[in-house]
């Protein structure tokens, strides 16, 4: 799973295909009024944003091959929320997707939050040890075993200075609206010179970030049997 653990996370069945488990305006398709707005994660939107990144992410290979289809949804919810609150918005990069009022109809109804994309800048600080057994316990999951898996995904990635995509999620209700390539080329917006890495978990996923400019590095195969993609944007 992206968040602890730096593997992506693919879509569940139903949500946009560039769900992915991997400053700040720009405008795009959303799924209620043709608008929305990408900026970055606040406070308030840490509620919305682990319900989308939970129910992504709960049928993805990496989630069934790691932890199984009876996952403890509460306690997830419980990591995702933590998670946000004291790393991803303390001191990485977090955007999400919201929609935007038309202005042909001027609507005032209260943005809903599409997507959420989560960034780790060069020289990011690591999750704390806190937060890892979090997520270790809410999923069940073997430390050791995730410990070499996540070894794996890290030995893939550039060994100069770069961004990884930690994650990108799309909520089901926004699929097939663009919501997830429209966080993507607004993250690579700010990478400037540098290299961008994240790992996909389906061929499907692998297909549309290769369409925008991502190149797979390396295939590889974790302890569950999950095969992973690591892959690269590098500007020209």
Request: hydrophobic share 40%; net charge negative.
């Amino acid at each position: 799973m992206t968040d602890a653990h730096g593997e992506p996370v693919s879509p569940a069945p139903s949500a946009d295909p560039l769900s992915n488990r991997t400053g700040r305006s720009g405008t795009g398709r959303s799924g209620r009024d043709g608008r929305m707005l990408v900026r970055a994660a606040e406070e308030a939107d840490v509620e919305a944003m682990a319900e989308i990144m939970v129910r992504a992410f709960e049928h993805d290979p990496w989630t069934l091959g790691h932890a199984g289809p009876a996952t403890a949804i509460p306690a997830v919810f419980g990591y995702e929320r933590q998670a946000l609150r004291r790393y991803w918005l303390a001191s990485q990069v977090a955007d999400v997707a919201v929609s935007a009022p038309s202005a042909e109809t001027g609507s005032a109804e209260p943005a809903e939050l599409l997507g959420v994309a989560l960034w780790q800048p060069p020289h990011a600080a690591e999750m704390p040890q806190e937060l890892e057994e979090l997520f270790i316990g809410a999923l069940g999951l073997d430390p050791q075993r995730e410990g070499a898996d996540h070894a794996l995904a890290v030995d893939a990635r550039p060994a100069q200075p770069h961004w990884h995509l930690e994650l990108l999620a799309v909520s089901p209700s926004a699929q097939g609206m663009g919501v997830g390539s429209a966080l993507l080329r607004h993250g690579l917006e700010r990478t400037g010179d540098l290299t961008t890495s994240l790992d996909s978990t389906t061929p499907e996923s692998r297909r549309l970030y290769e369409r925008l400019g991502f190149r797979m590095i390396r295939e590889f195969t974790d302890s569950r049997g999950v095969t992973q993609y690591a892959m690269r944007h590098v500007p020209e």
